[in-house]
């Protein structure tokens, strides 16, 4: 694959390079996500989420771990976390105790109190759109008649 995950002849159509394992070059990782490959070179340049390794090539590899890495950051954009913000959660989320100590249950519970927030804030905001969409329609048949 190229760096924009165009494929080459060492590439299986699943996007993983034969003879690397799990590994996914950027492209199929972008089709994955639903992500850029802009967004995706960002978030390596910014050290958000760094493939796990590059071919003698130069071309980005990323792991299934890395995937889902990408997979939280995504469900995290809509909620308007930053990228402090989301690479808090990260570092959270890969702190070396597995089981949670008491501060970092205390932080999880705070990401969890905000990310409610921001979705009650995104669902007000979608029930509005609803209602403008609702009434345009309305005004629509309105005129049409």
Aim: proline share 3%; no cysteine; net charge negative.
């Amino acid at each position: 694959m190229t760096h924009d995950g165009a494929a080459t002849d060492s590439t299986h159509s699943s996007g993983a390079p034969s003879g690397t394992g799990d590994t996914m070059h950027i492209g199929a990782v972008a089709e994955q996500t639903e992500l850029s490959l802009r967004t995706l070179r960002h978030y390596d340049e910014v050290g958000l989420v760094r493939p796990n390794g590059r071919t003698s090539g130069g071309f980005r590899l990323y792991t299934p771990d890395d995937v889902e890495r990408l997979l939280l950051i995504r469900r995290m954009k809509p909620l308007g976390f930053s990228l402090e913000e989301m690479r808090e959660l990260l570092h959270l989320i890969d702190a070396e105790d597995k089981a949670p100590t008491e501060e970092k249950r205390r932080s999880l519970e705070e990401f969890i109190a905000d990310a409610r927030s921001r979705r009650d804030k995104l669902a007000s905001r979608l029930a509005m759109a609803d209602e403008l969409i609702e009434r345009l329609q309305s005004e629509a048949q309105g005129r049409a008649s």
